[in-house]
């Protein structure tokens, strides 16, 4: 059974840093799409990075780069998510997926629906 499990999250400090995991298990993260998403109250879930199985479909949202890396254990099957320079905007609870690996090649990558599989979530808050 394909399982995603978040963790990592908490509260921090405007200008904190936080690293998140997703402990893959039931598949190799490495056949996938893999992607970080985010959703604050009220809105809608939001893609934040995504990376493809050799690492090279890397891709950030405008809000994160330079502040926001994404990279992935192999041997473990675990995706992270490396976040530095916190804002309050960017508290919301983060999501991992994983979709079929084409989905990398799309500009649509961040289409929720493409994604089969979902973790629980990780609570991400940010104070100023």
């Known amino acids: 059974q394909v399982q995603l499990v978040e963790s990592g999250g908490g509260s921090v400090q405007a200008g904190g840093s936080l690293r998140l995991s997703c402990a893959v298990s039931g598949y190799a993260a490495s056949s996938y799409c893999m992607g970080w998403f985010r959703q604050a109250p009220g809105k809608e879930r939001e893609g934040v990075a995504r990376i493809s199985t050799n690492g090279d479909r890397i891709y950030y949202t405008d809000s994160v780069k330079g502040r926001f890396t994404i990279s992935q254990d192999s041997p473990k099957n675990t995706l992270y998510l490396q976040m530095t320079s916190l804002q309050p905007e960017d508290t919301a609870m983060y999501y991992c997926?994983?979709?079929?690996?084409?989905?990398?090649?799309?500009?649509?990558?961040?289409?929720?629906?493409?994604?089969?599989?979902w973790g629980q979530g990780t609570q991400v808050t940010v104070s100023s």
């Open positions: 997926a994983a979709a079929p690996l084409y989905v990398c090649y799309l500009v649509a990558w961040s289409k929720t629906s493409s994604y089969n599989y």
